[in-house]
């Protein structure tokens, strides 16, 4: 069975410091894993994918994620928050590429 | 890019009413979907389709939902006799994966809102 649980319903952080959103995955078998970016009445807005190539993957707007399969985990990561960064954030797992499963979602909130 | 286009963006009606999303998924891909997210809750899967048939279903997904390809390019979700309860964005996603490949991701549209009042 496939699952993703994500750590932190809400995380706050300052401006220009360091952002950490926290993913953990249950998978029986190599997952592909996402992060999807939701801004306040859009839609979902894909960040970056990992299918099983390099563990460390880069997105868009400045968004890193570390597959770490010996922890289950797939951490988004930014080095400096931005103000438009504040959105909400969706950790999601695939395994057989037609089956998605979400996690619950963390609020990010930017502190000016 | 392509996109997925669904409209109408807002659609409001009153409780016991039929209502239809319409999505139009991205031209070449394989699979759609239909997701909603109550105000403030989490994103719920609804339905899976591929090959003009229903692949998965959720427990969300009973006998008053059902989707529809009509015409090779739309994809609809209808609600026969709409609740309260139904009230939320409902999202319509695609993916262009086949043959057991799982590198492509969900496309999704910018959602519908139906408002049941």
């Known amino acids: 069975a496939q699952s993703v649980t994500q750590l932190d319903s809400h995380v706050s952080v300052s401006e220009g410091t360091p952002v950490l959103l926290r993913c953990n995955y249950s998978?029986?078998?190599?997952?592909?894993l996402f992060w999807y970016v939701q801004h306040p009445n859009k839609g979902l807005q894909l960040l970056l994918k990992?299918?099983?190539?390099?563990?460390l993957v880069k997105g868009i707007n400045g968004f890193e994620a570390e597959f770490k399969k010996s922890e289950t985990s797939f951490h988004l990561t930014k080095p400096s928050a931005h103000m438009s960064d504040a959105a909400e954030y969706f950790c999601v797992v695939s395994r057989t590429g037609n089956q998605f499963y979400f996690g619950t979602g963390t609020s990010l909130t930017v502190i000016p | 890019e392509p996109e997925v286009t669904q409209t109408p963006s807002h659609q409001v009606t009153q409780m016991g009413q039929e209502v239809i999303l319409r999505c139009v998924p991205i031209?070449?891909?394989?699979?759609f979907y239909w997701y909603r997210q109550i105000l403030g809750q989490k994103v719920e899967f609804l339905v899976s389709?591929?090959?003009?048939?229903?692949?998965?279903k959720s427990e969300i997904f009973d006998d008053q939902f059902s989707v529809e390809r009509p015409d090779g390019s739309n994809f609809t979700l209808k609600i026969r006799s709409t609740k309260l309860e139904d009230s939320a964005m409902y999202f319509c996603a695609s993916t262009g994966t086949g043959g057991g490949s799982y590198n492509s991701p969900l496309h999704f549209g910018n959602g519908t809102r139906l408002t049941v009042t």
């Open positions: 998978s029986s078998y190599s997952p592909s």
């Open positions: 031209s070449n891909h394989l699979y």
């Open positions: 990992y299918t099983s190539a390099a563990t």
């Open positions: 389709f591929y090959n003009n048939e229903i692949s998965e």
